[in-house]
Structure formats: C-alpha cells, structure tokens
C-alpha cells in the first residue's frame, strides 16, 4: 500500500513497513528547505505533528485531525485497539503523548468532514490558541489547492 494511501482502516500489518515509509519521509522533506508538509486524516495529520517535533518544516497544513494522546473517543472512533489489525508501532505513535511546542510553525487546520471538526478545533487551539478551521469541500480540490496556497503566500513566505 502506497505511504499515501494510509488510512485507519487500510494500514500495513508490518509495523517496519511504517517505519521505513516515515523514514523515507524524513529523507524527502530534508532535502527541500523551505517545505510546508500537507497531511489529510486524522493518522496521518498526527504523524506529521509526531514529525514536527524532531524535524524543519516552514509549514504545516492539517486536514481532520485529532488529539490522539488527549482524547480517547476521538481514537476510538480512528483506531479500534482491540483489534490486531492495528500494527503496534501505530498505537506506539499514536498513544505517546505530543511534545510540540504551541505556534512552532505556521499552521492551517481544515475540515472536510463536519463530525471532525469538534476534535480539528481541539488540535487548532492547542497548537495555535486560535481555533480557527477553514471547512472544505473535498469534492472541490481545486477550491482547497486555492486555500492552501493563500495559506503559504501569507504566512509561510
């Protein structure tokens, strides 16, 4: 399954699968210098904080993401832990507490799905103490595309 394709229902059993595409990530971004890392999904919105905390970004843009070490309905709702179909370094990453520090880097936080939104301004205010989510329409990729790039223009560059 391709990195980007991950989703909570449609991971790698193979936990050195996970390890070796967050590998291959770090590798990629460290070769640009100034990249602003777009994450769609609660997992990975929260692997790209979880990369944020060791690793350079200019930017980082969040699409329905949660606060999987604050709040256990929202991983309950992306994970069920009592399967075994999670691969273990998944809740490792998942079930470790975030040490990023609030406004560390630019940040945009967008909701494409109303049932997320609640749990996008949690991370929102966190991070940034202003919970402000932008609500996009993924049937529009265009419109978001557009979104993302003021995003870069104003607060990035």
Excluded: C, H
């Excluded at 640009?32 to 930017?59: F, N, T």
């Excluded at 606060?67 to 370094?89: G, H, K, Q, S, Y």
């Excluded at 989510?133 to 419109?143: G, L, Q």
């Amino acid at each position: 399954i391709p990195f980007t394709q991950w989703s909570p229902t449609n991971l790698p059993n193979d936990s050195k699968v996970l390890k070796e595409a967050l590998n291959q990530l770090q590798l990629d971004l460290s070769r640009i210098q100034s990249s602003v890392l777009v994450a769609r999904g609660p997992l990975m919105s929260w692997l790209a904080l979880l990369y944020l905390e060791s690793m350079p970004l200019s930017g980082l843009v969040l699409v329905d993401v949660v606060e999987f070490d604050r709040d256990e309905d929202a991983v309950l709702l992306v994970l069920d832990t009592n399967t075994t179909t999670t691969p273990p370094l998944v809740l490792e990453y998942t079930q470790r507490p975030l040490q990023l520090e609030p406004r560390s880097v630019p940040m945009l936080f967008l909701s494409s799905i109303q049932d997320w939104q609640p749990y996008t301004e949690k991370v929102a205010d966190r991070l940034t103490n202003e919970p402000q989510i932008v609500e996009i329409d993924t049937s529009d990729p265009e419109k978001t595309a557009e979104i993302i790039a003021k995003f870069v223009e104003d607060r990035v560059l």
